[in-house]
């Protein structure tokens, strides 16, 4: 049984930092597409940032240079840090795992495993 637990939301500031964290059990995450996704109250659920097996990341234009998506493999835990944070950066983030190699292009219908969501508040 595969399961995604995050962990590391929170309130913070605008201009201030967190890391979320994504402990994957019943799943290889290195052999894999994982991302980190965002839905804002309101607002359609939106990609955030990807990483494929081979490492390779892909961010949204919104987070492209204050967002960083990293994995380790050993603890089989994809992470996300997020600099700068602003208001708009507000939502509940998920994380997603495909059942696939690479992510590119891929949107949410194409991940079959869901976190439960951990909450980002930041505050002006």
């Known amino acids: 049984q595969v399961r995604l637990v995050e962990s590391g939301g929170g309130s913070v500031q605008a201009g201030g930092s967190l890391r979320l964290s994504c402990a994957a059990s019943?799943?290889?995450?290195?052999?894999?597409?994982m991302g980190w996704f965002r839905q804002a109250p309101g607002k359609e659920r939106e990609g955030v940032a990807f990483?494929?097996?081979?490492?390779?990341?892909g961010y949204a234009g919104f987070v492209k240079g204050r967002f960083t998506i990293s994995r380790d493999n050993a603890e089989n835990t994809l992470y996300l840090e997020m600099n700068s944070l602003k208001p708009e950066d507000t939502a509940i983030y998920y994380c997603a795992a495909r059942l696939y190699l690479f992510c590119g292009g891929a949107q949410s219908a194409d991940f079959s495993y869901w976190g439960q969501g951990t909450r980002v508040t930041v505050s002006s």
């Open positions: 990483i494929d097996s081979n490492d390779a990341t």
């Open positions: 019943g799943y290889t995450a290195s052999g894999n597409c």
